[in-house]
Protein backbone atom coordinates (compact mmCIF):
# COMPACT_ATOMS: atom_id res chain seq x y z
CA UNK A 1 0.00 0.00 0.00
CA UNK A 2 1.28 3.25 -0.85
CA UNK A 3 1.52 6.23 1.85
CA UNK A 4 0.73 9.78 1.19
CA UNK A 5 2.56 12.50 2.57
CA UNK A 6 0.68 15.71 3.33
CA UNK A 7 2.31 19.12 3.00
CA UNK A 8 0.06 20.24 5.96
CA UNK A 9 1.93 18.24 7.72
CA UNK A 10 5.72 19.25 6.73
CA UNK A 11 5.34 22.92 6.29
CA UNK A 12 5.13 25.14 9.09
CA UNK A 13 3.00 27.91 9.20
CA UNK A 14 4.29 30.80 6.86
CA UNK A 15 6.07 28.45 5.30
CA UNK A 16 6.39 27.73 1.18
CA UNK A 17 9.07 25.02 1.45
CA UNK A 18 11.58 22.49 3.86
CA UNK A 19 14.64 21.25 3.20
CA UNK A 20 15.61 17.74 4.59
CA UNK A 21 18.89 16.37 4.76
CA UNK A 22 18.93 12.24 4.95
CA UNK A 23 21.60 9.52 5.12
CA UNK A 24 19.81 6.87 3.76
CA UNK A 25 19.67 2.79 4.83
CA UNK A 26 20.84 0.17 2.64
CA UNK A 27 17.81 -1.97 3.28
CA UNK A 28 15.25 -1.72 0.59
CA UNK A 29 11.78 0.39 1.15
CA UNK A 30 8.69 -1.85 2.31
CA UNK A 31 6.42 0.25 -0.05
CA UNK A 32 6.57 3.38 -2.40
CA UNK A 33 5.09 6.44 -1.44
CA UNK A 34 3.84 9.40 -3.09
CA UNK A 35 2.88 13.44 -2.08
CA UNK A 36 0.69 15.74 -2.55
CA UNK A 37 3.65 18.66 -2.93
CA UNK A 38 6.84 18.83 -5.56
CA UNK A 39 9.51 17.39 -4.16
CA UNK A 40 13.34 18.19 -5.65
CA UNK A 41 15.90 15.95 -4.55
CA UNK A 42 19.56 15.78 -5.56
CA UNK A 43 22.44 13.35 -4.64
CA UNK A 44 24.75 14.99 -2.59
CA UNK A 45 27.03 11.90 -1.82
CA UNK A 46 27.38 8.41 -2.75
CA UNK A 47 25.17 6.47 -4.66
CA UNK A 48 21.24 5.43 -4.17
CA UNK A 49 18.59 3.30 -5.56
CA UNK A 50 15.26 5.40 -6.86
CA UNK A 51 12.49 2.90 -6.66
CA UNK A 52 9.70 3.63 -9.03
CA UNK A 53 6.68 1.92 -9.88
CA UNK A 54 7.80 0.62 -13.18
CA UNK A 55 11.52 -0.27 -11.45
CA UNK A 56 14.37 1.27 -10.04
CA UNK A 57 17.28 3.47 -11.43
CA UNK A 58 20.83 4.14 -9.98
CA UNK A 59 21.83 7.57 -9.05
CA UNK A 60 24.80 8.97 -8.76
CA UNK A 61 25.87 12.26 -6.69
CA UNK A 62 25.09 15.07 -8.72
CA UNK A 63 22.21 13.73 -9.78
CA UNK A 64 18.71 15.55 -9.77
CA UNK A 65 15.55 14.82 -9.79
CA UNK A 66 12.19 16.72 -10.01
CA UNK A 67 8.83 14.78 -9.02
CA UNK A 68 5.28 16.57 -9.26
CA UNK A 69 2.47 15.42 -6.72
CA UNK A 70 1.11 11.67 -7.04
CA UNK A 71 4.62 10.26 -8.71
CA UNK A 72 5.06 7.10 -6.19
CA UNK A 73 8.65 6.24 -5.21
CA UNK A 74 10.92 5.42 -2.59
CA UNK A 75 14.91 5.81 -2.04
CA UNK A 76 17.51 3.33 -0.94
CA UNK A 77 21.16 4.05 0.10
CA UNK A 78 23.90 1.79 -1.92
CA UNK A 79 26.91 1.21 0.17
CA UNK A 80 27.44 3.75 2.65
CA UNK A 81 27.23 7.39 3.59
CA UNK A 82 24.51 7.94 0.95
CA UNK A 83 23.47 11.51 1.54
CA UNK A 84 20.16 13.28 -0.24
CA UNK A 85 18.74 16.75 0.31
CA UNK A 86 15.35 16.78 -0.50
CA UNK A 87 12.99 20.01 -0.65
CA UNK A 88 9.48 19.75 0.00
CA UNK A 89 7.27 22.48 -2.33
CA UNK A 90 4.39 24.02 -1.53
CA UNK A 91 2.03 23.30 -4.36
CA UNK A 92 0.59 26.67 -4.64
CA UNK A 93 4.53 28.02 -5.22
CA UNK A 94 5.36 25.46 -8.22
CA UNK A 95 1.78 26.80 -9.88
CA UNK A 96 2.55 30.61 -9.40
CA UNK A 97 6.03 29.75 -11.04
CA UNK A 98 4.45 28.55 -14.40
CA UNK A 99 1.58 31.23 -14.44
CA UNK A 100 4.10 33.98 -14.53
CA UNK A 101 7.05 32.17 -16.45
CA UNK A 102 5.02 29.90 -18.92
CA UNK A 103 8.68 28.85 -20.82
CA UNK A 104 9.25 26.89 -17.78
CA UNK A 105 5.73 24.44 -19.16
CA UNK A 106 6.85 21.55 -20.19
CA UNK A 107 10.29 21.18 -18.43
CA UNK A 108 11.27 20.04 -14.83
CA UNK A 109 7.78 20.16 -12.82
CA UNK A 110 5.77 20.97 -15.12
CA UNK A 111 6.92 18.20 -17.55
CA UNK A 112 4.13 15.63 -18.26
CA UNK A 113 6.05 12.58 -17.90
CA UNK A 114 7.32 10.96 -15.54
CA UNK A 115 10.18 12.14 -12.76
CA UNK A 116 12.28 14.05 -14.61
CA UNK A 117 16.30 13.29 -13.74
CA UNK A 118 19.11 15.88 -14.78
CA UNK A 119 22.62 15.92 -13.50
CA UNK A 120 24.97 18.62 -12.16
CA UNK A 121 28.48 18.56 -12.51
CA UNK A 122 30.92 19.37 -9.14
CA UNK A 123 31.17 23.24 -10.37
CA UNK A 124 27.38 23.48 -10.73
CA UNK A 125 26.73 20.41 -6.99
CA UNK A 126 28.67 23.22 -4.95
CA UNK A 127 26.26 26.24 -6.44
CA UNK A 128 23.48 24.22 -5.92
CA UNK A 129 24.65 23.01 -2.16
CA UNK A 130 25.45 26.82 -1.29
CA UNK A 131 22.06 28.33 -2.21
CA UNK A 132 20.52 25.69 -0.19
CA UNK A 133 22.88 26.92 2.70
CA UNK A 134 21.65 29.74 1.84
CA UNK A 135 17.99 28.73 2.39
CA UNK A 136 18.35 26.84 5.06
CA UNK A 137 19.06 30.34 7.11
CA UNK A 138 15.99 31.73 5.72
CA UNK A 139 12.52 32.00 6.96
CA UNK A 140 11.87 29.41 4.29
CA UNK A 141 8.91 31.84 3.27
CA UNK A 142 7.78 32.47 -0.97
CA UNK A 143 10.89 34.87 -1.50
CA UNK A 144 13.63 32.56 -0.31
CA UNK A 145 11.15 29.91 -1.75
CA UNK A 146 12.09 31.64 -5.47
CA UNK A 147 15.09 32.56 -4.22
CA UNK A 148 16.22 29.78 -4.72
CA UNK A 149 13.84 27.52 -7.26
CA UNK A 150 13.87 30.24 -10.00
CA UNK A 151 17.80 29.83 -10.90
CA UNK A 152 17.73 26.57 -10.70
CA UNK A 153 14.61 26.27 -13.02
CA UNK A 154 15.39 29.09 -15.26
CA UNK A 155 19.05 27.69 -16.11
CA UNK A 156 18.10 24.10 -16.72
CA UNK A 157 15.10 25.28 -18.67
CA UNK A 158 17.39 26.74 -20.99
CA UNK A 159 19.26 23.67 -20.79
CA UNK A 160 16.29 21.25 -21.75
CA UNK A 161 16.66 18.36 -23.66
CA UNK A 162 13.71 15.55 -24.92
CA UNK A 163 12.95 12.85 -22.75
CA UNK A 164 14.87 10.55 -25.39
CA UNK A 165 18.07 12.40 -25.51
CA UNK A 166 20.51 9.69 -24.57
CA UNK A 167 22.02 11.77 -21.05
CA UNK A 168 25.81 11.40 -22.16
CA UNK A 169 24.30 13.29 -25.21
CA UNK A 170 22.54 15.90 -23.38
CA UNK A 171 25.82 16.34 -20.67
CA UNK A 172 28.10 16.67 -23.74
CA UNK A 173 25.80 19.46 -25.34
CA UNK A 174 24.96 21.14 -21.90
CA UNK A 175 29.08 21.01 -21.76
CA UNK A 176 29.56 22.74 -25.01
CA UNK A 177 28.27 25.99 -24.00
CA UNK A 178 31.86 25.94 -21.78
CA UNK A 179 34.47 28.60 -23.71
CA UNK A 180 37.09 25.70 -22.87
CA UNK A 181 34.83 23.12 -25.08
CA UNK A 182 32.90 25.43 -27.94
CA UNK A 183 36.81 27.07 -29.06
CA UNK A 184 37.50 23.27 -29.90
CA UNK A 185 34.44 23.08 -32.18
CA UNK A 186 33.08 19.99 -32.95
CA UNK A 187 36.20 17.95 -31.82
CA UNK A 188 35.53 19.62 -28.06
CA UNK A 189 32.11 18.58 -28.10
CA UNK A 190 32.86 15.31 -28.94
CA UNK A 191 35.49 14.83 -26.71
CA UNK A 192 33.68 15.52 -23.84
CA UNK A 193 30.62 13.06 -25.03
CA UNK A 194 33.31 10.61 -24.73
CA UNK A 195 32.25 8.61 -27.89
CA UNK A 196 33.22 8.22 -31.37
CA UNK A 197 32.67 10.95 -33.71
CA UNK A 198 30.33 9.15 -36.28
CA UNK A 199 28.01 7.94 -33.37
CA UNK A 200 27.56 11.27 -31.39
CA UNK A 201 26.96 12.86 -35.31
CA UNK A 202 24.15 10.16 -35.86
CA UNK A 203 22.58 10.73 -32.80
CA UNK A 204 22.64 14.70 -32.86
CA UNK A 205 21.24 14.30 -36.21
CA UNK A 206 18.44 11.89 -34.91
CA UNK A 207 17.55 14.10 -31.65
CA UNK A 208 18.80 17.39 -32.48
CA UNK A 209 18.57 17.71 -35.99
CA UNK A 210 22.05 19.48 -36.32
CA UNK A 211 25.37 18.18 -36.59
CA UNK A 212 28.17 18.57 -33.71
CA UNK A 213 30.02 21.24 -36.07
CA UNK A 214 25.74 23.24 -36.52
CA UNK A 215 25.15 22.92 -32.68
CA UNK A 216 28.80 24.20 -31.50
CA UNK A 217 28.69 27.29 -34.08
CA UNK A 218 25.31 28.16 -32.86
CA UNK A 219 26.95 28.28 -29.21
CA UNK A 220 30.04 29.91 -30.58
CA UNK A 221 27.64 32.67 -32.62
CA UNK A 222 25.65 33.49 -29.57
CA UNK A 223 29.45 34.02 -27.88
CA UNK A 224 29.93 36.52 -30.09
CA UNK A 225 26.94 38.54 -30.48
CA UNK A 226 26.91 39.22 -26.89
CA UNK A 227 30.57 40.12 -27.05
CA UNK A 228 29.67 42.73 -29.89
CA UNK A 229 27.55 44.40 -27.65
CA UNK A 230 28.76 44.31 -24.01
CA UNK A 231 32.57 45.56 -24.66
CA UNK A 232 34.67 46.95 -27.48
CA UNK A 233 37.19 44.31 -28.06
CA UNK A 234 38.09 44.19 -31.93
CA UNK A 235 36.37 41.44 -33.77
CA UNK A 236 39.08 39.88 -34.62
CA UNK A 237 39.48 39.31 -30.71
CA UNK A 238 35.85 38.22 -30.72
CA UNK A 239 36.60 35.61 -33.33
CA UNK A 240 39.61 34.33 -31.97
CA UNK A 241 37.82 33.59 -28.37
CA UNK A 242 35.08 32.18 -30.30
CA UNK A 243 37.73 29.63 -31.80
CA UNK A 244 37.54 30.81 -35.32
CA UNK A 245 40.60 32.67 -36.35
CA UNK A 246 39.77 32.67 -39.86
CA UNK A 247 38.38 35.92 -40.60
CA UNK A 248 36.21 34.99 -43.75
CA UNK A 249 35.15 31.89 -41.74
CA UNK A 250 33.78 33.85 -38.54
CA UNK A 251 32.08 36.25 -40.78
CA UNK A 252 30.24 34.22 -43.14
CA UNK A 253 29.01 32.16 -39.69
CA UNK A 254 28.34 35.17 -37.70
CA UNK A 255 25.80 36.73 -41.03
CA UNK A 256 24.33 32.65 -41.22
CA UNK A 257 23.48 33.13 -37.72
CA UNK A 258 22.14 37.02 -37.68
CA UNK A 259 21.66 38.36 -40.66
CA UNK A 260 24.11 40.99 -40.22
CA UNK A 261 28.05 41.40 -40.53
CA UNK A 262 29.62 41.58 -36.87
CA UNK A 263 30.32 45.31 -37.17
CA UNK A 264 26.98 46.24 -38.56
CA UNK A 265 25.57 44.05 -35.27
CA UNK A 266 27.77 46.22 -33.32
CA UNK A 267 26.41 49.16 -34.41
CA UNK A 268 22.72 48.28 -34.14
CA UNK A 269 22.63 47.18 -30.89
CA UNK A 270 25.53 48.23 -29.28
CA UNK A 271 24.16 50.47 -26.75
CA UNK A 272 26.46 53.07 -23.96
CA UNK A 273 24.63 52.03 -20.82
CA UNK A 274 27.01 53.10 -18.00
CA UNK A 275 28.15 55.74 -19.31
CA UNK A 276 25.96 57.13 -22.10
CA UNK A 277 27.61 59.35 -24.87
Known sequence: MTQTLHHADIL????????????????????????DFYELFWVQNGRIRHHLPEGADILNEGD??????????????????????????????????????????????????????THRDIRQLAALNHAAVLLESSPCDTLAAEAFLLPICAELTAEGFADDVPRWLAQ?????????????????????????????????????????????????????????TTDNEAISIIASDCGIPNMSHFHKLFREAHSLTPLQYRHRFQRQVVQPS
Not at 104 to 109: K, Y
Not at 182 to 191: D, E, H, I, K, T
Not at 192 to 212: C, D, E, W
Open 64 to 117: VVFLRPGQAHALQGRGEHALVVSLCIHPAMVKAIAKRHPSVNGHLFWSSGGPVQ
Open 172 to 228: ACMAANSPQVFRQGSAGLVAVAGKAHPHVSRMMRKHLGQTPSDYVNHIRMQHAARAL
Open 12 to 35: AAGTRIRLTRATLSPNRPRALHDH
